[in-house]
């Protein structure tokens, strides 16, 4: 465990979207805030700042975190993926692509958390049912699609990541 | 027919300019949203993204009483703080600032912050500007006041009596009534004397709002050189009722320039921002730095001001050979603590109050207190919703009554189609419509014969499976006489009847398009429906045109988006500036081609003769001429060079109310509608509801987009599944918030909405807009709570339960199952 420097921050190291990070950090400082304010990585959006939305979702060594429920200093020695890990406006991944492709997105808002909640499920399950899906999903709030949207958008990245991958 | 009505043609009075076409090349295409590969990319920049060089942070200490008098503030721990900037209590932010904007009248005197008394629990009462967020709230918490409680008004009932220490609003009079309205439309005592059955309901619609993920911001920039406030914000209406930002500020309204960021979501709740941007605006000007204002949660929870209707209703329907003649009733609105857009929701119900019946008289008496919550604001339907809602459980009760079939008594009652344009008791008139053929594709969609028979079926086996049918009104494009018409006569207030839409279009030298739109993105699709729309006006490749926001210094007149308005405005917007591009382009391509003007089409992106299609020159080419070769043309006036082309587009349809508002007049013509079809069964020893099949068909007129359509319709009626089933914003009788968190105030999750919710699409275009479009943006919303409803009770009628009131939640549902078995 670091010790904090004189001005009473906390020296972390960690890895986003790939690219080491060596910070000093308050050790009340919310990882949310400090992707968005310490990194510059606004992609990580801030619904309700009590864990239950969803939106600022983050992958924390490949499993999703709510990013307002962790402070930064928890994560040093972390690997963190972001929604800017993913793909670029010229090369999105098969996700971004579904999504758009298949309208699940209306203020974009909780869209960022609501992609990595669908990594995460693809990554440990490339073939994964309906209803589970729909599991994974569930642990997200959107107030524009109705969610059906996305789920049927989920299921068409994960039919074309599968043929892309035969 | 109303007085105001009589002899006049109002088709004539279109000044439709594109009919509807038998095909189109853009319009009617699920194109993929433009906006979208940035959102995707988390490069969507919302408000809280803008950063500024040398931004501070404020963040805003709230009341924890319903209602108390501010005795004294001590603020100097705070102030000594390190890190802290600034501490502004309510009193010292009057000095400076006035009262924010609002459309009643008397007005009802709201500030930023609270001075002197505080009226709902969530209130600002001083504000901290310090170096980071963290700071300001370790400050906010070294502040002590000092309140004198008063008493709370929570029970709206009760707020009708309320005097002395208990009135919110002091210099409105000893009472918390803000406002009442008796009107009377048609001949409503006849319809009543000449009834055979009278049906009676007390209905009871719970407070809800639109709780977007995204909260409201702003970032205030005060540069005291100039004197001029730059003044970020994630607002809606910034191009229409700004500028009152600026005269709350005490300042020229060109000394205030708002930008526009995109909103994550809004439905309603961002239409009308007007704390934030004056506080920031305050702080900033104060401390002589930037100044972000982010709401969290439980800012926006408890006093966003975007709480939406709180309604009981008192209803009687007047019913004749199975036909429904008349409606009158009482209704007691909770506004709140404020009174922003005074009693407009009513003003809006107005314009479909007999939903799709052949209804002939409407009579309300309306009265609107003032209690200590959150103040009213704008949630999709503003009010027209509730309508939906009373009207479809009088139906069904009258169905009920009269055992009727709940299909056929609505087709009974129906205006027909070739009414149309109609004239409703109110004086607003219905452009177009085919109810019947709604209903008959929701029956179709749905195999509704089929579900009763597997109803029988599962009623025989013990389950209760209900069909819940709601048919009603989407009305869209509102015009803004709605605001104030139900005002005192004697004292109507601002009675402003504009509520336009601009655009400004500029094709580049390369031939680009760049369209500027005067109201921002909230989650609509604004970006993709201007550019379907400008693609088909110019027989563009949609790649080639793209889409920017203006703010207010560049602004033109814009009202933004709000009562499913947008698509249809736009569309009015673009076509008037097309045609000024049009003509230009066949100008300068004429003298290119040396041919007249009326020999020339656009075809394909071309200039080129009508008879040789091959002879021609590219929108490129002749922009680049038209910006660049002036001398090459006659000295012809209108050939200025470049090319480009504003329009202000005005409501298609809208005339003035007449002096003693027995006529409101036309004001929301744009008349959409829908037919949801639920089968739901009930758990009667939980409460517990499955949603076993959901059929939404909608009338939107043409339709731009059916894709973006469609997802309207499934967000909008995922959000009316939340307001018939769970939602409620929860006050105790001390006035407490019991549920200002998502943990608590439960909007759906997946688990909640139908799993597939199929969609229908009948068009029966508008004679009044752009190629007969009509608005979508609410339609869901509005007609999810009475077919919920409908099905609820339809599921438990073997044990006569009445569904009276929402949210149904499983508790609620549970304690009628109850009480019927043990009657």
């Not at chain 2, 709370?152 to 406002?179: F, K, M, Q, W, Y």
């Not at chain 2, 309300?364 to 959150?374: Q, R, S």
């Amino acid at each position: 465990m670091a010790t904090a420097s004189s001005n009473g921050r906390i020296p972390i190291a960690l890895k986003v979207n790939g690219v080491a990070y060596e910070r000093e950090v308050e050790p009340r400082k919310l990882l949310s805030d400090f992707l968005r304010e310490d990194l510059a990585l606004t992609g990580t959006h801030v619904g309700c700042e009590h864990g239950v939305c969803g939106t600022c979702n983050v992958l924390l060594n490949g499993e999703t975190a709510r990013s307002c429920l962790i402070f930064a200093v928890q994560c040093d020695g972390a690997e963190l993926r972001t929604i800017e890990s993913l793909g670029t406006i010229d090369k999105m991944h098969p996700l971004q692509e579904a999504f758009w492709e298949k309208h699940g997105l209306q203020c974009g808002f909780c869209t960022p958390g609501m992609l990595l909640s669908a990594v995460e499920l693809l990554e440990k399950n490339a073939d994964p049912s309906r209803e589970e899906i729909r599991e994974a999903i569930s642990s997200n709030f959107c107030r524009c699609t109705g969610y059906q949207n996305i789920v049927e958008a989920v299921e068409f990245a994960a039919k074309r990541m599968q043929e892309a991958s035969q | 027919m109303t007085e105001l009505a009589q002899g006049k043609d109002f088709l004539k009075m279109s000044r439709q300019q594109e009919g509807p076409r038998e095909t189109y090349s853009w319009i009617g295409k699920s194109m993929k949203r433009v906006e979208d590969p940035r959102l995707l990319t988390g490069q969507g920049r919302y408000i809280d993204d803008i950063q500024l060089p040398n931004m501070a942070h404020a963040a805003v200490l709230r009341s924890p009483h319903a209602h108390a008098r501010i005795k004294s503030i001590d603020t100097a721990k705070a102030k000594a703080l390190p890190g802290v900037i600034l501490v502004m209590t309510g009193a010292e932010a009057a000095q400076v600032t006035g009262p924010t904007a609002t459309f009643s009248s008397p007005p009802c005197i709201q500030y930023c912050l609270a001075v002197d008394k505080v009226r709902n629990v969530g209130e600002g009462v001083v504000a901290v500007v310090a170096e980071s967020r963290y700071l300001a709230e370790d400050a906010i918490d070294l502040i002590d006041v000092d309140y004198e409680v008063l008493p709370a008004v929570v029970d709206p009932v009760e707020a009708i009596t309320s005097s002395g220490d208990a009135v919110l609003h002091p210099e409105r009079g000893d009472t918390n009534v803000a406002l009442t309205n008796h009107s009377v439309f048609g001949p409503i005592e006849e319809d009543f004397q000449n009834a055979d059955h009278i049906i009676r309901r007390k209905l009871r619609w719970s407070r809800v709002g639109g709780t977007p993920m995204e909260t409201v911001g702003a970032i205030a920039d005060y540069d005291s050189g100039t004197g001029k406030f730059t003044i970020y914000c994630n607002t809606s209406m910034y191009n229409y009722v700004g500028w009152l930002i600026a005269v709350s500020l005490n300042i020229p309204a060109h000394k205030l320039n708002i930008i526009p960021t995109i909103a994550g979501g809004s439905f309603g709740s961002k239409l009308f921002i007007h704390k934030l941007p004056t506080l920031t605006g305050t702080l900033s000007r104060a401390c002589g730095r930037p100044v972000k204002f982010m709401e969290d949660r439980l800012d926006n929870l408890t006093n966003c001001d975007h709480h939406a209707c709180d309604r009981i209703y008192d209803a009687e329907l007047a019913v004749k050979d199975g036909r429904m003649t008349g409606l009158r009733f009482k209704v007691i609105d909770d506004y709140g603590a404020y009174f922003q857009f005074g009693v407009g929701h009513h003003g809006n119900a107005m314009s479909q109050a007999v939903g799709p019946y052949k209804i002939s008289s409407i009579e309300m008496d309306l009265i609107a207190v003032l209690t200590n919550k959150c103040q009213q604001g704008a949630y999709r339907g503003f009010g027209s919703e509730v309508m939906n809602f009373l009207l479809e459980r009088m139906a069904d009760a009258a169905i009920d009554e009269l055992g009727d079939d709940p299909v056929e008594f609505r087709r009974r009652n129906f205006i027909p189609p070739e009414e149309f344009p109609y004239v409703i008791p109110t004086g607003n008139l219905y452009d177009s419509g085919d109810y019947a053929a709604v209903l008959d594709e929701a029956a179709r969609l749905l195999d509704y014969q089929g579900w009763r028979k597997k109803q029988a079926a599962a009623r025989e086996e013990g389950r209760y499976v209900g069909i819940g049918i709601a048919t009603c009104h989407e009305r869209s494009v509102f015009s803004a006489t709605e605001f104030w018409f139900l005002n005192p006569k004697d004292q109507p207030g601002f009675t402003l009847t504009s509520s336009p839409e601009g655009v400004a279009v500029k094709i580049d030298p390369t031939g680009k398009a760049l369209v500027t739109l005067q109201a921002p993105f909230w989650g609509n699709s604004p970006e993709t429906i201007a550019t379907q729309v400008l693609a088909e006006q110019l027989t563009m490749d949609p790649a080639d045109i793209s889409i920017n926001y203006s703010d207010t210094d560049s602004g033109l007149n814009g009202t933004g988006p709000g009562g499913s308005r947008y698509t249809v405005m736009i569309a009015g917007a673009l076509a008037g500036a097309s045609a000024k591009i049009k003509e230009k382009l066949l100008k300068v391509g004429g003298h290119m081609l040396e041919a007249s003007p009326s020999d020339l089409e656009l075809v394909d992106g071309r200039v080129c003769l009508k008879d040789v299609p091959e002879h021609g020159k590219t929108i490129a080419e002749v922009a680049l001429h038209a910006h660049y070769f002036r001398l090459s043309m006659p000295d012809d006036p209108e050939l200025t060079s470049g090319v480009d082309a504003t329009y202000v587009y005005d409501h298609p349809l809208t005339t003035m109310p007449n002096e003693d508002r027995t006529d409101l007049g036309v004001f929301y013509p744009i008349m959409g509608h829908m037919c949801h079809m639920v089968v739901v069964e009930v758990d009667p020893e939980t409460g517990k509801l499955a949603f076993l099949d959901y059929v939404a068909v909608h009338d939107c007129g043409t339709m731009v987009n059916p894709m973006t359509l469609q997802g309207h319709i499934r967000g909008g009626t995922a959000s009316g599944i939340g307001t018939a089933l769970y939602e409620h914003f929860f006050y105790d009788e001390n006035g407490q918030l019991l549920n200002a968190s998502f943990a608590d105030y439960l909007i759906p999750g997946l688990h909640e909405v139908p799993d597939d919710l199929r969609t229908g699409h009948v068009e029966t275009p508008s004679p009044f807009t752009e190629y007969g479009i009509k608005g979508g943006g609410e339609g869901g919303r509005m007609g999810a709570p009475p077919a919920i409803a409908g099905a609820v009770e339809d599921a438990l009628r073997p044990l006569g339960v009445k569904v009276d009131e929402l949210p149904i939640s499983s508790k609620r549902l549970r304690a009628l199952i109850r009480e019927a078995q043990n009657s």
